[in-house]
């Protein structure tokens, strides 16, 4: 089945900083490959998503990219502010309908003012 | 706004009662949901996937006898932990997928916190 690593575990930055988290995923034919930031107590919030047609996609601040290749993707947040600490997820999935997320262990992202 | 509704969010029970988790989509049907477990700083893993209409299909490792899951309409989705002993104290989340495709966004509710005591 589908593994997911992702690094780093934890990740401090200074406001205006940007954070980069990895994420490597074993199963090639996985091809959905979403990410999720969970708030303390929360339930995980969808920030955004990449299908594997696609090697770029950007939404104001944060932005993902992948390499099939490699099988790896990226989370890129820019100019971090206070409010983007939380804790994130990466995750995969498969192209059946059905199919459910197998997700990375979680990266703590801590943004200091 | 959400559009996955768990409830409740927080429950305490004694050891050896029964407790039950609702999971409803909201605007939208959900043939499919999924019921993920997760302990204190850790990532979230995948206990059962949830069909309406069926059986729910259980990962390696995960009592179907002690987590019952009944799917009985398309947009409500039930998780009964039996006999609840201490060790199942856990966040336990929810998730749909809007839309019928694979790509289709899956969205989480907020959680329950179960205390066992």
């Known amino acids: 089945g589908e593994n997911v690593e992702q690094h780093p575990s934890t990740l401090s930055v200074q406001e205006g900083d940007s954070a980069v988290i990895k994420c490597t995923y074993s199963?090639?034919?996985?091809?959905?490959f979403p990410w999720y930031k969970q708030e303390l107590g929360k339930g995980p919030q969808l920030i955004i998503d990449?299908?594997?047609?696609?090697g770029e996609k950007k939404d104001q601040r944060i932005a993902v990219t992948l390499n099939k290749t490699a099988k790896h993707f990226s989370l890129h947040i820019t100019e971090t502010q206070p409010e983007d600490s939380a804790v994130y997820f990466c995750?995969?999935?498969?192209?059946?309908?059905?199919?459910?997320?197998?997700f990375g262990k979680g990266t703590t992202l801590s943004v200091s003012s | 706004g959400a559009v996955v509704s768990q409830h409740p969010s927080r429950v305490i029970c004694k050891s050896g009662t029964s407790v039950k988790i609702e999971c409803r989509s909201l605007?939208?049907?959900?043939?499919?949901m999924f019921w993920y477990r997760q302990f204190p700083k850790q990532s979230l893993m995948l206990m059962a996937t949830?069909?309406?209409?069926?059986?729910?299909?259980?990962e390696q490792g995960v009592e179907k006898d002690k987590f019952l899951i009944n799917h009985a309409s398309l947009t409500l989705s039930t998780l009964t932990v039996t006999s609840a002993h201490p060790e199942d104290s856990s966040f336990y989340i929810c998730?749909?997928?809007?839309?019928?495709?694979?790509?289709?966004?899956?969205?989480f509710g907020n959680g329950t916190r179960l205390t066992v005591t």
């Open positions: 998730s749909a997928r809007r839309g019928t495709g694979a790509n289709s966004p899956l969205h």
């Open positions: 199963d090639s034919a996985s091809n959905y």
């Open positions: 990449i299908r594997s047609n696609v």
């Open positions: 995750a995969a999935a498969g192209n059946q309908a059905g199919t459910a997320l197998i």
């Open positions: 605007d939208f049907q959900a043939t499919t």
């Open positions: 949830s069909n309406e209409g069926s059986k729910a299909t259980y």
